[in-house]
Structures are given as structure tokens and as C-alpha cells.
């Protein structure tokens, strides 16, 4: 993840929390030189875009809040990825 931000962002707010067993923090910003202004950038590396503010808090904070069901599908996930057929 960055640690400064461009020029041209702005700042609008910070998540802490945790996901996958690890601590996380998820920066919000804003930048009118791209198509979709709001984004926010994990420090795990995940980042996501929107046109409008109304997607950033929501998802943000389920990044870094997540439900039983998305702990419980990141554990399948992970179950089954890390599996081989030999």
C-alpha cells in the first residue's frame, strides 16, 4: 500500500479491523482526475474504485469488519485452494 498519497487525492477516511486472521487498515480517498473518484487501498493490497461516496464506507468497513459468512467462505476458499490433486 502507498504511503502518501498523490498530489491530486484527497483523504476521507481510515478503517481499522482485521481480515483473514490478520490486522488491516483501509484508506478512503478521493481523486477527480480519475473515471471513479472514490476508492480505498488495503494494506493487504486489495483496492476497489466507485463513482459515487455511497459504495466506499460500506465496503470498507466490511473489509475490515467481516461477517461470520465472509470469515467462513475465506476459510473455504483458502481449504480448498491450497489443496492439490496428485
Excluded at 14 to 30: I, N, P
Aim: charged share 25%; glycine share 6%; proline share 6%.
Amino acid at each position: 500500500m502507498k504511503t502518501q498519497l498523490e498530489q491530486t487525492e484527497f483523504w476521507v477516511g481510515t478503517f481499522h479491523g482485521s481480515h483473514d486472521g490478520l490486522s488491516a487498515t483501509v484508506t478512503a480517498t478521493r481523486d477527480d482526475t480519475r473515471p471513479e473518484p472514490y476508492a480505498w487501498m488495503c494494506t493487504c493490497g486489495r483496492t476497489r474504485s466507485f463513482p459515487t461516496e455511497h459504495g466506499v464506507w460500506p465496503t470498507a468497513w466490511r473489509h475490515t469488519h467481516p461477517t461470520r459468512a465472509d470469515r467462513l467462505r475465506s476459510w473455504a476458499t483458502r481449504l480448498f485452494t491450497d489443496c492439490t490433486v496428485r
